[in-house]
């Protein structure tokens, strides 16, 4: 079946421009997640939907950064007035719970230069 | 803050060997591990997942647990160029919602 598919792979911005990326996640999975990972670094957190819940935004680095799910599917991470350091390869990732033990599974994610 | 931890290599190991991988973690509330396997440019694939004390084998992957002594270990056996990678460990604590912890993983290089 499909994976968790990302757009655009890639994306060149500059500095104070907002951006979206997007994600459409294994159909069937209730839980997304959004993930980061700079040059050189670990995969860092940025948010959490799962079904209709709140989403769990601990990870958010500023509040230039937001993100939606719309219809418990397709999910917008939104990135106002970039900055350099916001530069990352950012990943999205989807499970069948959001549980315990549950597995998650990653899309190609989308890489952002701000120049 | 919880820590995920692993040595960055590049670890080499010769075709046909055994390449051992280690993580520790700095918390006792854990609940599931993986180990996920990254290629230059790619994303990250689950490769095992382990959620109790002891071994767990996959084909040619095996997964270690400790819990007592916090670390959670991968072994490659008949590594192949094929496996040559970036590992990454990830750990998911009980108390701290859903999402998965990264260490900054480990380099394997498998050569001919």
């Known amino acids: 079946g499909a994976g968790v598919s990302q757009s655009p792979s890639n994306k060149v911005t500059e500095k104070g421009k907002d951006v979206e990326l997007r994600c459409d996640p294994i159909?069937?999975?209730?839980?997304l997640y959004w993930y980061r990972q700079s040059l050189g670094q670990g995969l860092e957190f940025l948010i959490y939907?799962?079904?209709?819940?709140?989403?769990?935004k601990s990870g958010l680095p500023s509040d230039r950064f937001s993100a939606e799910r719309t219809g418990g599917s397709v999910s917008t991470l939104t990135i106002q007035r970039t900055q350099q350091e916001d530069s990352a390869v950012y990943l999205c990732?989807?499970?069948?719970?959001?549980?315990?033990?549950?597995?998650?599974?990653f899309g190609p994610g989308t890489r952002l230069t701000v120049l | 803050q919880k820590e995920v931890e692993q040595n960055s290599g590049p670890l080499s190991v010769p075709e046909g060997a055994i390449a051992s991988l280690n993580c520790t973690y700095s918390?006792?509330?854990?609940?599931?591990f993986f180990w996920y396997r990254q290629y230059s440019g790619k994303s990250p694939e689950l490769i095992m997942s382990?959620?109790?004390?002891g071994d767990k084998e996959d084909g040619r992957f095996t997964a270690q647990l400790n819990k007592a002594s916090q670390y959670v270990s991968l072994l490659i056996r008949d590594s192949q160029p094929s496996d040559s990678a970036t590992y990454l460990c990830?750990?998911?604590?009980?108390?701290?919602?859903?999402?998965?912890?990264f260490g900054k993983g480990t380099s394997l290089l498998v050569t001919p």
């Open positions: 939907f799962q079904g209709n819940s709140a989403p769990d």
């Open positions: 382990i959620y109790s004390n």
């Open positions: 990830a750990v998911r604590y009980s108390n701290s919602g859903y999402a998965l912890n």
């Open positions: 918390d006792r509330v854990s609940q599931s």
């Open positions: 159909s069937g999975h209730t839980a």
């Open positions: 990732a989807s499970s069948d719970g959001g549980w315990g033990t549950d597995t998650q599974y």
